[in-house]
Structures are given as C-alpha cells and as structure tokens.
C-alpha cells in the first residue's frame, strides 16, 4: 500500500556533507521524494515538533541540535514507506545502528544520529503538515 512518510536530514548530517549520499540511499531504496527543502528551524519550532518528548531529560539538548544548524525536510512515499524508512535508518543510538543503515553509515551518537522519520501513520501526517502545505507536494 502507498504511503507517506516525513523525514529530516539531521543537521549534524547536512553539516558534515551527508546530504547527498542519504538522499541517494533513499532513492536507492525505492522511496520517492514528494516534497523537499532546507530549513534552519527556530527553537519554538524544533519543541513544537518534538512537543512528545518535552519532559525527556534529553529535550533541551535535542532541541539545541536541531536548531545548531539546517537541515533537509521532505516528504517520502512508497510500500509501506513508514516502516521501508524506519529500516533504511537503523536504530536511534548510531552506535547500535548496523553498516548499510543511514545512521551506522553517517550518525554519531544517540543524539546526533543524521536522520528522523516517522515512527506510524498518525505521527507522519501530523509531522507533514508541520513543515509542509498542499502546494508544496507534487502529484
Ligand atoms: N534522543 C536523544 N537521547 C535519547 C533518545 C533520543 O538525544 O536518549 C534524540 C535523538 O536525536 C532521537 C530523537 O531524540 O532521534 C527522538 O527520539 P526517538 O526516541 O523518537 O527516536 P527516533 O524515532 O528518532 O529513532
């Protein structure tokens, strides 16, 4: 079934030169690109997407890296395009993450781990229309 999926390439990963390669291992998998653009977020934005998290002794940090820089926003569809993203990104911790992955391949830690995407079809939605309207999708 197609499905959309929203993703981030990370700042740590925009800034280390990664872009181009995890959007290629992305095309390579099959996903194809509905929407893109690079955005430098504010704070009040990157809390506002990660709002779920805010009581996680992590938030301020992580809000703090997703605001050190800009990053890739966009929007994938495929088969089973949530679950097809998740596996293409390996496991949060980068150092758990397996070779072939986009974080064993260009993430660093838990934190700064090069890639987000949507972990099922509610938070997808909500997380597209966050950084997305109609007329930026094509098809
Ligand atoms: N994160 C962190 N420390 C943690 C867990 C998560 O800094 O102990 C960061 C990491 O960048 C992760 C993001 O918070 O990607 C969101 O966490 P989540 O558990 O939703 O992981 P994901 O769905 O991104 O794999």
Do not use: W
Not at 48 to 74: D, N
Not at 87 to 99: F, I, R, V, W, Y
């Amino acid at each position: 079934m197609k499905e959309l999926t929203f993703s981030i390439v990370k700042p740590d990963a925009v800034a280390a030169g990664n872009t181009g390669n995890i959007l290629q291992m992305i095309l390579d998998a099959g996903l194809k690109i509905k929407a893109m653009k690079m955005i430098h977020m504010t704070k009040k934005q990157a809390e506002g997407f990660y709002a779920v998290h805010k009581e996680r002794p992590f938030f301020g940090e992580l809000v703090e890296f997703m605001t050190s820089g800009p990053c890739v926003v966009s929007v994938l569809e495929g088969d089973d395009a949530i679950r097809q993203y998740r596996d293409l990104m390996g496991p949060t911790n980068s150092s758990e993450a397996p070779k072939g992955t986009i974080r064993g391949e260009y993430g660093t830690d838990i934190q700064n781990n090069a890639c987000h995407g949507s972990d099922g079809p509610d938070t997808a939605k909500t997380e597209v229309a966050y950084f997305f309207n109609r007329l930026e999708m094509v098809g």
